[in-house]
């Protein structure tokens, strides 16, 4: 895990990079964007994987309460304004996608409790009649992250190296993490291409040991 600065420079992408996953802020926050700031917001995440080749990304909050019946649908209206995203039922709840190309989505998701999100991916599978005994970690997978189709290969946390963000649980398991100590409202591109080309940098061993 890592504390990371302003970049200079990004390195070439790493080939393994197929999603990146930011964390930052709270619903609370997120409620407050005006349709301007969200449209800026969504470029930022784009253009800062751009140069990665990542085919997805995800935004959750970093913590904080739940937004509110009537928060939820201001949230949602605002969102949609920008004209860049779409409601889809994932089964469990709906997230935000925006379909930037046929190579790259960007998912924005306001649920900032993990294991909520983890009980209610499981309830809902209960509820679809799916069999106890097909539920593995690929089926697990793939309804959490829905609609991205892959693991998170990178998750970049805009906060403090010592707090890991409550929106993730499942996401955190074999991740590469980089922490920026910075808050949601000063995020940009640099940030994210920073936290990639971080990531570019690491001897990735998957919790083996150098030899």
């Known amino acids: 895990m890592g504390d990371c600065g302003v970049p200079h420079s990004v390195s070439p992408p790493f080939p393994g990079l197929d999603h990146v996953v930011v964390s930052g802020g709270t619903p609370a926050q997120w409620a407050q964007m ?6 800026n917001r969504l470029d930022a995440l784009a ?36 004209g860049k995203v779409v409601l889809e039922d994932v089964g469990y709840s709906a997230r935000y996608v925006w379909h930037r190309s ?8 306001p649920s900032s409790d993990g294991h ?19 539920i593995d970690e690929d089926a697990l997978t793939h309804a959490l992250l829905a609609p991205a189709t892959q693991d998170a290969d990178l998750v970049l946390v805009l906060g403090p190296p010592d707090r890991m963000p409550e929106s993730m649980v499942w996401e955190l398991a074999y991740c590469e993490i980089v922490f920026i100590d910075l808050d949601w ?23 083996g040991l150098d030899s």
């Open 34 to 39: 005006s349709t301007a700031e969200w449209s």
């Open 47 to 82: 253009a800062g994987v751009k140069s990665s080749g990542a085919h997805w990304v995800t935004l959750l909050p970093h913590h904080g309460h739940e937004l509110s019946a009537d928060d939820a649908v201001n949230f949602s209206d605002v969102l949609l304004l920008t």
């Open 102 to 109: 046929a190579k790259q989505s960007i998912i924005v998701d």
């Open 116 to 134: 909520r999100r983890f009980a209610s991916v499981v309830e809902s599978m209960r509820l679809q009649g799916i069999d106890p005994d097909s």
């Open 185 to 207: 409202s000063a995020f940009t591109a640099n940030h994210l291409e920073l936290a990639i080309d971080d990531f570019n940098r690491r001897h990735r061993r998957f919790g």
